[in-house]
């Protein structure tokens, strides 16, 4: 088995145990949250600052979100593109910024040394304090991110979930994908991310991290610094989604592949939810990233059907979606959407036993202690901790929490949210 | 007091930088690379079996992939799924990839598991089952993988073509995927031969890495491995270096959505390199042509004209034989191919000028300094640079020699690579022109 599996960032356990305890916060004069984890074992910081800029406050113009926080970076005042990228190289330091859907995350990483640091910082400043859109960045931005849009259109995936967050959310924040689509780009004007970024990119709706080989003192300098450069402003207006159920549950849509995209949803819960760790839990047992997960158990060791499959809950601020996703040879999607189906009535029926839980609970434990093995993996992390809100002890009462659950509640979660409306199945390929 | 104490914490810093690796030989061929970090009660195992698809002619292409599939299809002692439950259950992660030159597998868990670790390593090195009911069932799934990776992705699909047509006479011009008609006609018998010929501990390094005592760990490496007997080795073919004789430009219209432009140029490995600077060069032109984001094609084709949205390079200095040079472009959206292709070669023909006009050269080194430096932060890849080093026989000190190298190229070096390897009769180019059966309205 040769894939790659990828970490869950929203769960943090960091480097050590004592890291848990000396999670250091305070405020800056305007406003500006920020956390800090020391670690001076390596000779990098990770700086991370989350606002809530996500593709949720798009309103009409749907990629916005993702336009503003693109833009970022690619000038500054006295500072063309080209320049901030010989300075940002020059120094080593890495520096990236973008949009999901509830928030948008701008990082970066830089050798610790005082010198190179501090200029660092200071570039990270100067290109998120003023944003200066000029036409020939913004042409080159709406060009790059069609480009994306256009690229997202030959995954059957991508599309399958395209189609099934437009069916579950319609009329809601959520309902458009984090890009937009060709014809919203288009119509999205030069001054639209700049209003955007004066609203929604302010230190009362920012939450900032350092991570790495910094003092406490250095770091609320560096904090005051950057949080001073931004206005005060206020914090983004709490999302709320209701999701309806749609007219068509099933939803194929054609598309010449000799893969189909087949995805079977239901609503999850959102990243606030106390129900999180038990479907995390009944999720991983199902179809988690293992060949030891039920679904994999049937869908590729058994049968053969699939390279890969898996069952999560994907959780957002407002809400959440629980899927089982799979690709297989179009003229196996049948068969294979039978099986997931029967798979789901069976867990919805009997729930898990008692060794599938138990098992799915160690895999989650030990897996945050790999999964947070670096500076990287903790930084990103714990800013999203701080941007969502979650309560202080968070990191270190994870693994307990997921100790503590009862089968009862792992197996009631789970058979909930099956037996729930709406059920979505979409089937992106050639229609058989 | 402040900056002695940053100094102190700086000195205590350079022992996990510096001489953290130590390495032996067992009695019977198999190298043991032992890489100590103390940050986290974690370890993680890699070994690396020197075979991958260079090592397969055409009818058994992909053998080396199928058979990393089946090696998670039970032993004699762990049926079939037991092992992926075994790690699983203690929350570990167990997993594997095929490269050209080499078939790795890993796991990562808690330190505590690491016998256990060894134990299961060194099982199915010698007793897997490899049944032909449960390889006719993977041969399923591979095919699916196939056919993701390249019959529904069009860059996927591009690259096997420009490696088809790069690599000519080398053996880097098959996919490790394999081409399906082999996926679908190699036999258990050939796969038991595979397995048997190339599972062997003369021909495979094995990574330790984490919290671990290096003396404990070759102990327990010892107990396991020492014991299973090395076998001859097939005979390995030599491919030196040989450019292109000329330029070769081809077009790919399939379905897709947007166009996309690959241009590779043949090119020495470290291994291959008949000076060793030049493959060092490389590495810093490849970092200065799309690696990083002040680079030639970033700042010139995507910021400067706009012609593309995307640009990166790839050269991997430690292929076993003669490798590429590769230039991945996204075009914007209607560029027009034959003006493309120009503008693509004008900038190829023009980098040595940019490079003395520009302090290209040392923004390179200093990205690639801290590249190193950021890459401690990470078990896996410290594990697969020592991994990869065991496994082409070099020595250790090759990691920590790495910067003093790529410090000791000058601008003459990168003028005289581009004069040697970045000439027109050097090129191959593959445009991808998108064409599209089914409407889709976005």
Redesign the interface.
Known sequence: ?????LVLTFIVLP??AAMVDHIQRFTTSNGMKVALIE??????VDVRVAFHAGSAYDGEAHGLAYMTASLIGDGAPNLS??QI??Q????????SSTARRDIAVVSL?S?SN?NTFSQAMSLFDKSIAKLSVTP?MF??EV??Q??????A??R?MA?AYKALYQALFAGTPYAHPVLG???SISKIGLDQPQVFYRRYYVAKNAALVFVG?I?LQDAKAYAEQFSTMLPTGHPAKTMIVHAKTPAKTTINV??????SAVVVAMLGVSKTDPDRYALNVAANALG?P???SMLY?SL?????????VSASNRALEATGVFSVAA???SAQSIKALTLIDSLLDQVGNNGLSDTQI??SK??????F??DL????NVADALVAQEAYGFPDDYLSSYTRKIKSLKNEDVTGVLRKIIHSEPKITVIVGKHE | M?KLL?LL??C??LP??ASNVQQMTLSNGMKVVVLTDH????VMTQLWYNVGSSDERLGETGIS?FL??MM?RGTQAYA??EF??M????????????SRDATVYYL???KQYLPLMLKMEADRMKNLLLSTQSI??????????R??RV????LGYTYERVNALAFTGNPYQTPIVGFASDIKQVTPGELKRWYQQYYVPNNATLVIAGDVDPQDAFQKARSCFEGITPQALPLKKDYPYVANPGRVDSTISR????QKFVVAYRVPSLLTAKNKKDAYALVLLSTMLGG???SIL??GL???R?LA??AYTQYNLLAKYPTDLKISL?P??GVDHDYMVRMVRNYMNNIAATLSSDDLL???K??I???Y??A????RSQSRIVGKIGSLGLPLSFKSDYLSHIDAVSEQDIQRVIIEYLVADNMTEVWFQPRS??A?N?
């Open positions: 088995m040769c894939k790659w599996f480097l050590h670690n001076h074992d390596l000779p990098i593109a080209n990228a010989n940002f190289d020059s120094l080593g330091a890495v520096f990483r050798l005082a020939h042409q080159r060009s790059s069609s480009q994306l849009v256009r690229s259109m030959e059957p599309l689509d060709l014809r080989d003092s054609p598309f010449s592949t000799d893969q988690g293992t060949l030891a158990g590729r060791e058994k049968h053969g059907l699939v390279y890969s690709s297989t040879l138990k098992d160690q895999f989650l434990e030990g897996r202690v790999l093995s670096t500076n990287a | 402040k940053r914490l700086i205590f810093a996990v930088m940050r986290s009660p974690v992939h990393e599939h998670f079939p799924g992926a439950t790690i699983s259950s203690r929350g570990g992660e167990d997993n594997a990839f095929t990562f868990m808690h006719n069932t993977e041969r399923k799934v591979v095919l699916e993988e056919t993701g019959e529904d992705s069009p379905l897709g959505q947007i990083m984001k002040s970033d700042r995507i910021r400067d706009g949205t995307s996204q914007v959206e040392r923004r390179a200093a990205v300094h801290a590249q430096v950021y401690q932060d990470s078990l059966e089914v889709y976005v």
